[in-house]
């Protein structure tokens, strides 16, 4: 790659299982010979945005993009599947392909499912005269990333 190249790709931190996830990439005036992007085990492609339907192959876990109908971006919708874990962290890798040379761009995606636990008592009681509930209801997510940093919605990373 030359000088000042640089390819921008956008996906996500966290998504529930089961449903889109959002991905593209950005570039300004480089054209690849191709792109491949790895999938890992537990998504699959949806959509394949700015490639024609002849233009690209999904085999396993690689998309392989022979080329974009317009250059400078591609889009991804990706979907997850309910996995066995309810908490997962992948990775999709993104290789741009031009000659002899490969610039790679991988992203990590924490993909969840809600563990909601509710603590029932066997009686509820109201003081009427504090208005307060004595034994309440409990309802929790059981599901828990403490590492995880929340990104500004439309970030690039």
Known sequence: ????ETVRVYLPEEALQGKEIPSFALWQG???DGIRVQIPHGLKVAEV???SQSEWAFSGTELSVKQVEVNGYMGLV?????LDETSKE???RWD???KNEKLSESR???VF????EVEAPSQIQLEKSEKIVVNPLRIQNKVRNHSRKMSKPGSLR
């Not at 990706?78 to 309910?82: A, G, K, P, R, V």
């Not at 499912?113 to 909601?116: D, E, H, K, N």
């Open 1 to 4: 790659m030359q000088k000042g």
């Open 30 to 32: 480089t054209a690849f």
């Open 49 to 51: 945005y700015n490639v």
């Open 78 to 82: 990706l979907t997850s599947e309910q």
């Open 90 to 92: 992948v990775e999709v």
């Open 96 to 98: 741009f392909l031009r």
């Open 108 to 110: 990590r995606i924490h």
């Open 113 to 116: 499912r809600p563990l909601i």
